[in-house]
């Protein structure tokens, strides 16, 4: 159980955002906190504390108006950290080399490989070929309905077809080195994580997994160690210090290295 820090970028500054909020039209969302320091101030201070494999996320769509801003950011941060965090947001098969080039140790990927709402195998097989199975790490993160997690695409506004439990976990796990997966109804909320979710990823058994959503009191990080074994590594965003929340940083990082 280790924590994985994050550097997420949204109209070209770091930002924590409510997860459901987000909205490409307007480049909409609601924030709780927006930060003056640049994404390779928060690289260095995790290169420093010696934190490994936290992502940094580029929320804006390729079309935005605040896309190039939002890329640079991270591009900044990737220079910083070279070889310490992971990338995604607009990955594709033609620009992951690229991104692992300029420093990523991995590209995030979602969308890309879910269209039409379903598992597209031949663009999966594409983004192994061109990045290798050893640099991917799939986006798994997923919303409730109808009692069960579905996968959600588009920066978490579009449902898939596709649901999260242990039969999709094992097939995919074939294309990747890591899961990613938020719980988007409760990402940015600190109001609790999905406890039925990280519960069922921490009876899983197969590649590493970084759960995040809902992370918000220090009291709930013995909870989600219960829930989850210790098998799964966490991610807090908007409940840090660092980003205008209550839990300390300099406590989580010790906690998260345990």
Same mark, same amino acid.
């Given at each position: 159980?280790?924590?994985?820090?994050?550097?997420?970028?949204?109209?070209?500054?770091?930002?924590?955002?409510?997860?459901?909020?987000?909205?490409?039209?307007?480049?909409?969302?609601?924030?709780?906190?927006? &930060? +003056?320091? #640049?994404?390779? /101030?928060?690289?260095?201070?995790?290169?420093?504390?010696?934190?490994? *494999?936290?992502?940094? %996320?580029?929320?804006?769509?390729?079309?935005?108006?605040?896309?190039?801003?939002?890329?640079?950011?991270?591009?900044?941060?990737?220079?910083?950290?070279?070889g310490g965090m992971q990338i995604g947001g607009g990955i594709t098969?033609?620009?992951?080399?690229?991104?692992?080039?300029?420093?990523?140790?991995?590209?995030?990927?979602?969308?890309?490989?879910?269209?039409?709402?379903?598992?597209?195998?031949?663009?999966?097989?594409?983004?192994? &070929? +061109?990045? #290798?199975?050893? /640099?991917?790490?799939?986006?798994?993160?997923?919303?409730?309905?109808? *009692?069960?997690?579905? %996968?959600?695409?588009?920066?978490?506004q579009k449902f898939t077809e596709e649901c999260l439990d242990f039969?999709?976990?094992?097939?995919?796990?074939?294309?990747?080195?890591?899961?990613?997966?938020?719980?988007?109804?409760?990402?940015?909320?600190?109001?609790?994580?999905?406890?039925?979710?990280?519960?069922?990823?921490?009876?899983?058994?197969?590649?590493?997994?970084?759960?995040?959503?809902?992370?918000?009191?220090?009291?709930?990080?013995?909870?989600?160690?219960?829930?989850s074994g210790g098998r799964l590594d966490f991610t807090i965003g908007?409940?840090?210090?660092?980003?205008?929340?209550?839990?300390?940083?300099?406590?989580?990082?010790?906690?998260?290295?345990?």
């Amino acid at each position: 159980m280790r924590f994985r820090p994050c550097i997420d970028i949204h109209n070209g500054k770091v930002k924590q955002i409510v997860g459901g909020s987000l909205r490409d039209e307007g480049d909409s969302a609601s924030t709780n906190f927006s &930060s +003056e320091l #640049g994404a390779d /101030h928060y690289a260095r201070m995790y290169r420093k504390d010696g934190l490994k *494999g936290g992502h940094i %996320i580029m929320l804006n769509h390729a079309g935005s108006g605040y896309y190039e801003a939002t890329r640079q950011q991270a591009l900044s941060a990737l220079a910083a950290y070279p070889g310490g965090m992971q990338i995604g947001g607009g990955i594709t098969a033609e620009n992951a080399a690229g991104y692992l080039e300029s420093g990523a140790s991995h590209v995030i990927v979602t969308s890309y490989v879910f269209r039409d709402g379903s598992f597209c195998r031949e663009n999966m097989e594409k983004l192994v &070929s +061109e990045a #290798g199975r050893e /640099h991917i790490v799939l986006d798994l993160s997923c919303r409730k309905r109808d *009692g069960a997690y579905y %996968i959600v695409t588009d920066r978490w506004q579009k449902f898939t077809e596709e649901c999260l439990d242990f039969q999709t976990l094992t097939e995919l796990s074939g294309y990747c080195d890591e899961f990613l997966i938020h719980g988007v109804d409760v990402e940015g909320r600190r109001a609790g994580m999905e406890e039925e979710l990280v519960h069922m990823l921490g009876e899983w058994d197969g590649v590493p997994v970084t759960y995040a959503g809902g992370i918000g009191r220090t009291e709930d990080l013995e909870r989600f160690r219960e829930l989850s074994g210790g098998r799964l590594d966490f991610t807090i965003g908007s409940a840090l210090d660092l980003f205008g929340g209550d839990i300390p940083y300099d406590m989580v990082r010790r906690y998260g290295s345990c």
